[in-house]
């Protein structure tokens, strides 16, 4: 079946720019997570939702970073007035049960790489 | 708070030697390890996890509380094997993975 599909794979903003970035989980997967990828570090965990309830937005690195999975499906994560350090790749990865601290594989998407000018 | 080290941003050694990648972690509790992989142009996957005590490919990892490592090891490595490897952990109630800033494994030939 269908992996995690994530649109646009690329996205050019310029500076002050809002952008929303799409994540299509797999089907059924309940858990859902975004990171932040900055060239040349490991991913870092952004916010987190189990269905359509953001339960960690702990990593979220300002208050212009938003997500939202309104049908506990397909999520966004929206970045207002965009900044220069916001470029990076933004990763969506989904898993099949409720997280809580017990491990259930994560699922990654290709990932949305962001250009802030 | 919880942190991943991996030493090495790159690693490259001949094809059939042994490799080991490195990892260190800081968590005062019992965390979950695992092992990412990403292949040129692929995305990230799992490559193993320390509660399955399973190898994959060839790899094996083992978690020494100690030393607090999970370094990767694989004895005959293989061209297929270049990548850019992260280790990663999950503890404490934490949903989200912390990953260390990987290590990019070069397979000569």
């Known amino acids: 079946g269908a992996g995690v599909s994530q649109s646009p794979r690329y996205k050019v903003a310029k500076r002050g720019q809002d952008v929303a970035l799409r994540c299509d989980p797999i089907?059924?997967?309940?858990?859902l997570f975004w990171y932040q990828q900055a060239l040349g570090q490991g991913p870092e965990f952004l916010t987190y939702?189990?269905?359509?309830?953001?339960?960690?937005k702990s990593g979220l690195p300002s208050d212009r970073f938003f997500a939202e999975r309104p049908e506990g499906s397909v999520s966004t994560l929206k970045i207002q007035r965009t900044q220069q350090e916001d470029s990076a790749v933004y990763l969506c990865?989904?898993?099949?049960?409720?997280?809580?601290?017990?491990?259930?594989?994560?699922?990654f998407g290709p990932g949305t790489r962001l250009t802030v000018l | 708070a919880q942190r991943v080290t991996q030493p090495e941003k790159l690693l490259s050694v001949f094809k059939g030697a042994p490799v080991e990648l490195k990892c260190n972690y800081s968590?005062?509790?019992?965390?979950?390890l695992f092992w990412y992989v990403q292949y040129s142009r692929q995305r990230l996957q799992l490559l193993l996890r320390?509660?399955s005590r399973e190898s994959i490919k060839g790899f094996t990892a083992d978690l020494n509380k100690g030393e607090t490592s999970f370094h990767l090891k694989k004895p005959f490595a293989q061209e297929e094997d270049s990548a850019m490897y992260y280790c990663?952990?999950?503890?404490?109630?934490?949903?989200?993975?912390?990953f260390g800033k990987g290590t990019h494994l070069i397979i000569q030939p």
């Open positions: 990865a989904s898993s099949l049960g409720a997280s809580g601290g017990s491990y259930n594989e994560q699922f």
């Open positions: 089907s059924g997967h309940v858990s």
């Open positions: 939702f189990q269905n359509e309830a953001q339960l960690d």
């Open positions: 968590y005062s509790g019992s965390p979950e």
């Open positions: 320390h509660i």
């Open positions: 990663a952990l999950q503890g404490g109630g934490a949903d989200g993975l912390t």
